[in-house]
């Protein structure tokens, strides 16, 4: 979809979704090394993730969209079948 279908709310989403993950990305530190941005900060950065998920949801789900926010692989079918797997049961 090109941005002209999302709504501006929906736009603002998608670039501080970006900036909060870039952040993240770019100030990454091995373990063994203390991290440049403050526990509360990071925190901080976790939370507005979280909120700006749940809120993508909701406008999804208002919007009669499918949410495709889960990652698929490329040779994924489209639909899926479920299998049971209750083997407690015995058969006769």
Known sequence: MSNDTYSKEEQILQVMRKVLTDIAKDTYTPPDLKHPLSGETIESIRSCLSLI?????????EAGRE??????????????????????KKRD
């Open 53 to 61: 998920s749940s809120r993508e949801s909701e406008i999804a789900t």
């Open 67 to 88: 949410s495709k926010m889960r990652p698929r692989y490329v040779d994924e079918p489209s639909s899926s079948v479920v299998v049971k797997t209750d083997f407690s």
